[in-house]
């Protein structure tokens, strides 16, 4: 359960005082391991969020998440290497259209 498996969407969180729903994906790898496979790793992940999210999984198994405000969110344990950092930024950028957004939140 991790960003290393794409095909899982790892945590859904609603809070019921916004309204907002939140697709958490967690990573916890150092990101200048094999930084590369992780920057890959972590846009694959995200755009089988945005999958999930827009092509109607979310509210299928969330009724209740139809016309909620979304936002994404990246667990990690470690801090972003620059280049993840832009990864995101990136993603960010992208999002801004579709009225999603993304929060990088480091643990520990």
């Known amino acids: 359960m ?13 809070d019921p005082a916004t309204g907002e729903f939140d697709l958490i994906m967690v990573a916890d790898w150092d990101w200048t391991d094999e930084p ?3 920057l890959a790793q972590l846009a694959h992940k995200i755009e089988n969020y945005l999958g999930f999210a ?3 999984g979310l509210i299928a198994q969330y ?5 909620a405000p979304l936002r994404l969110q990246l667990d990690t344990v470690h801090p972003l290497s620059p280049a993840a950092a832009e990864l995101v930024a990136d993603w ?5 259209d579709q009225r999603i ?3 990088v939140n480091q643990l520990g």
């Not at 960003?3 to 969407?9: H, I, L, R, S, Y």
């Not at 960010?92 to 801004?96: E, G, K, P, V």
């Open 2 to 14: 991790a960003v290393d498996n794409p095909n899982v969407v790892d945590l859904i969180t609603h």
């Open 101 to 103: 957004s993304f929060r």
């Open 63 to 67: 009724p209740q998440a139809d016309g």
């Open 54 to 56: 827009l092509d109607g």
């Open 92 to 96: 960010r950028r992208r999002l801004i």
């Open 36 to 38: 590369e496979l992780r």
